[in-house]
């Protein structure tokens, strides 16, 4: 569905082309490749951090693999001119005219493959450093983690492994949290897709492909919400599917609407007059629709109030039936405030060009994310002030992650 | 004719079911008033969908289904309508179904909703 990552380099040949022979091509596909795989290469590692560490042996390969483009290019860089430009070369040849910036036949299109080269190897450096920086952090929390367990498991805290983190998670919820884990995962590298084709200019009807597949990729989780509502929507409704910071800012069990479109007003420049004049409307029905659902939330509540407290009519077995039966429309609520979540999205999606719908998801992508990252450091802060130096240490290294982590985001603008 | 069916309903609740089909009964009173809302008073997505219209400073009409004598089979026949297992609340603007609570939001929020209310004469501005 999405276009795979050969799209990108694919301008790089056609303009290459159009100047000179094959020769030129397939000097331009050897760059190709070898930034292609550099970055493929570095791709899964660029991570929140909140997100759980995929296997280290994949990690651990990919490090390798990286090492050897980076010597490869290294050894491009370092040799001398031994042969003409004008030769034909097999794709995976080196070049050996790279490095001939003394010589005069210096063209422009040497000049754009060597930046481009130094630019693929600066990148694949950057994403390194900030993967072995993740996994420093990563190491340190992991170290303080197993305290933090021995600690309680002296203190008898310890009730026994389970999965919902020693909280007990219905099956309903547990597998939802499953497949929310994993949306999380798609939605991380479908974000990597939309900033790339942003950055490389994909035409507006490629890049219109990959943002309805984002679309879909949100309607995938409001159906998974939809299903897990149906077992067990205490889970979604108390918010213990997504994490602290976010929580704090939930509304029926996810995003308030019209919160979202106050956050992204002002991000969304430029827009044409009628597009402000949508997303001012937008705002104002999503409003209206929440407060509508709101009050009826509120009769809900009263209406279990009244039916739960004082003495029981006839028994109180039937007095707990009723409270079932209207306790059993919460389900509704949750699936209708998801509903005005969906559609609020689909209009954003209607509203704004292609590029503009590109940037909006991914500014409403990074949000949550460095909502969830919040959490995380929130959670690690140092807590007692004898062992502030090392976690403050560790907190530093932490933000210092999120903000080359950000920087890295935001270069893409 | 149409009210002479309901007086007599009124009349002799005993017959009511013999007094038309449901359905045509939904369809006669949706098509009188420009917004209409089939509800129960102890639905409270209904209440929602009401505070919905009010605050967008339309008048709807409503009935209550379960203060109704012939309410059950309405609500039968509107279940059957929708094709889903709860008949209420159900809205009909300009004696056209709209439909219930997902769809009226998700027509306010792509901005179908007001046009069709102005058409039937239930907004102004």
Not at chain 1, 90 to 112: C, H, N, V, Y
Not at chain 1, 137 to 156: C, H, N, P, V
Request: charged share 20%; aromatic share 6%; with cysteine.
């Amino acid at each position: 569905m999405f276009p795979s990552w050969p799209t990108r380099f694919q301008t790089t040949p056609r303009v290459g082309s159009s100047k000179s022979g094959g020769e030129s091509t397939d000097s331009g596909s050897a760059v190709n490749t070898l930034s292609s795989k550099a970055d493929q290469a570095q791709l899964e590692p660029e991570s929140p951090i909140s997100k759980k560490a995929s296997s280290s042996d994949h990690q651990a390969f990919d490090q390798k693999h990286l090492k050897l483009q980076q010597q490869q290019i290294h050894q491009e860089m370092a040799t001398g001119p031994s042969h003409n430009q004008s030769s034909v070369k097999a794709p995976q040849e080196k070049r050996k005219g790279a490095g001939s910036t003394s010589e005069k036949q210096l063209d422009a299109k040497t000049l754009r493959r060597l930046a481009q080269n130094r630019e693929a190897a600066r990148k694949s450096r950057l994403r390194k450093k900030a993967y072995v920086q993740q996994l420093e952090s990563s190491r340190i929390k992991l170290t303080q983690l197993e305290q933090d367990l021995q600690r309680a498991r002296a203190q008898g805290l310890f009730l026994g492994g389970c999965v919902g983190a020693g909280s007990n998670l219905s099956p309903g919820a547990a597998i939802f949290d499953m497949e929310y884990a994993r949306w999380l995962e798609d939605d991380h590298r479908l974000m990597s897709e939309l900033r790339t084709g942003l950055h490389a200019h994909l035409s507006d009807g490629d890049l219109r492909l990959i943002i309805d597949g984002y679309v879909s990729h949100y309607d995938e989780i409001f159906q998974l919400k939809v299903v897990a509502a149906k077992s067990d929507v205490f889970h979604l409704y108390t918010g213990m599917w997504i994490t602290p910071a976010e929580r704090c800012f939930m509304w029926i069990g996810g995003f308030r609407p019209s919160e979202l479109i106050k956050m992204l007003i002002g991000q969304l420049d430029p827009l044409t007059e009628q597009q402000v004049i949508g997303i001012y409307n937008l705002q104002h029905t999503s409003t209206q629709a929440e407060e509508a659902l709101s009050q009826g939330l509120e009769q809900l509540q009263q209406a279990l109030v009244d039916t739960i407290a004082g003495v029981p009519i006839v028994d109180g077995m039937q007095q707990m039936a009723v409270a079932l039966s209207k306790l059993a429309n919460l389900e509704g609520f949750v699936r209708q405030a998801d509903n005005l979540r969906q559609q609020t999205l689909h209009q954003l999606r209607r509203i704004l060009t292609v590029r503009q719908a590109a940037r909006c998801f991914l500014v409403i992508g990074e949000y949550y994310g460095r909502l969830r990252a919040l959490s995380s450091l929130w959670a690690s802060r140092p807590r007692e002030s004898m062992m502030s130096e090392d976690n403050s240490c560790q907190t530093t290294t932490e933000l210092q992650i999120v903000q080359q982590h950000s920087q890295n985001h935001f270069s893409s603008y | 004719m149409h009210y002479q069916t309901e007086a007599w309903g009124s009349y002799m609740p005993t017959r009511s079911t013999t007094m038309g089909d449901p359905l045509e009964r939904i369809e006669r009173m949706a098509s009188e008033n420009a917004v209409v809302i089939f509800s129960m008073s102890t639905c409270c997505m209904c209440h929602a969908i009401k505070r919905l219209f009010c605050g967008m400073g339309v008048n709807p009409t409503v009935y209550e289904l379960d203060e109704d004598p012939r309410g059950k089979d309405m609500e039968k026949a509107l279940m059957r309508l929708l094709g889903s297992s709860s008949a209420v609340p159900v809205v009909f603007i300009g004696g056209k179904l709209v439909g219930a609570m997902d769809r009226v939001m998700a027509s306010h929020i792509n901005g179908t909703l007001v046009p069709l209310l102005k058409e039937a004469g239930a907004l102004w501005l």
